[in-house]
């Protein structure tokens, strides 16, 4: 077990951080470390070629250390679904991710996969199979090809090159001194955060998973990069499940459905119409983030 996760005690010691990256980084390494707890069963499934399919149902969870945080959370998203997941800070919605890719367990209920329990697939499969960009997502030390191709050791620089072009990365990597070849320094060198953001997603769009989780990033992108990277979720092909837990409430009105979480509870789903027609907690939170915004 320990040999599996040597890769990503390299990735901590090689890593160039984002900015809040070390916080996140120890704690995936903490996490993979010391849960004992959190092993594949014997008789593990080999996650392939998924449909992306998910299910939450039933589910409550909190922390080892701490009070309840999801409740009795119920939900089903379709393979190629788009589905937005917002409430305020701290209402769960990482924690809904992280019960995704296993990092915990949930204390009841049960998350599924295309119908199959998440506890009952090879958990380092299942983060293959799906991809992940977190808001601090990591970038290494060397060059954008290989920052790019990371986890997807059979892609061409073609490729690699057409999942640059995906999320209108392309055009600033050529711009770049070396092109494809720059190598990143320390915190990704002098690239935009959002320039950063587009990278991790052209990296997980590389590994070609059927569910894709976006924890979009709270204010460190400009705007600019915010709209490309919307632009290039809305133009995913291959009905990808995408996942995206939003911070901005403009990049999701376009989404098949937006999941509302107050205090670990899904009080309200729908479009972002039929949310704002109902008056409820959605558009409060919409009406708080633009009255903050003009402030
Ligand atoms: P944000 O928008 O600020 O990222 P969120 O909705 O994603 O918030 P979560 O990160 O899911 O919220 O956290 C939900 C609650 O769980 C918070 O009260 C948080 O303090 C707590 N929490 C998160 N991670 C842990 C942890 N590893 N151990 C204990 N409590 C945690």
Request: a negative charge; aromatic letters at 6%.
């Amino acid at each position: 077990i320990a040999q599996m996760y040597q890769p990503i005690r390299q990735i901590t010691r090689l890593s160039t951080r984002f900015s809040k990256a070390s916080v996140s980084i120890e704690r995936i390494s903490e996490i993979l470390d010391t849960e004992p707890d959190i092993q594949d069963v014997p008789d593990a499934v080999l996650p392939k070629d998924l449909r992306g399919e998910i299910e939450f149902s039933h589910v409550s969870f909190g922390y080892p250390t701490g009070k309840p945080i999801l409740r009795d959370i119920s939900f089903h998203i379709q393979p190629g679904e788009r589905v937005a997941l917002v409430g305020a800070s701290g209402a769960g919605k990482s924690t809904i991710a992280r019960l995704l890719i296993r990092l915990y367990d949930p204390q009841q209920g049960e998350v599924r996969i295309d119908g199959i329990e998440v506890g009952r697939y090879q958990r380092t499969g299942l983060r293959r199979e799906i991809g992940v960009v977190l808001q601090d997502s990591i970038l290494f030390g060397t060059s954008i090809r290989e920052n790019i191709g990371y986890g997807s050791p059979d892609a061409t620089l073609d490729d690699i090159e057409a999942a640059a072009r995906l999320v209108h990365a392309d055009e600033f990597i050529r711009n770049l001194p070396d092109g494809y070849d720059t190598v990143l320094g320390e915190s990704g060198g002098n690239l935009s955060g959002g320039q950063k953001q587009r990278l991790c997603l052209a990296r997980a769009l590389l590994r070609k998973s059927s569910i894709l989780i976006l924890d979009e990033p709270t204010s460190a992108v400009d705007a600019k990069s915010q709209a490309l990277i919307r632009d290039a979720i809305d133009n995913l092909h291959g009905g990808k499940t995408v996942l995206v837990i939003a911070h901005q409430f403009h990049t999701i009105r376009n989404f098949d459905r937006i999941l509302v979480l107050k205090q670990g509870v899904i009080v309200e789903q729908g479009s972002h119409e039929a949310l704002m027609q109902m008056g409820g907690h959605y558009h409060e939170l919409y009406k708080l983030q633009h009255g903050l915004r003009a402030a």
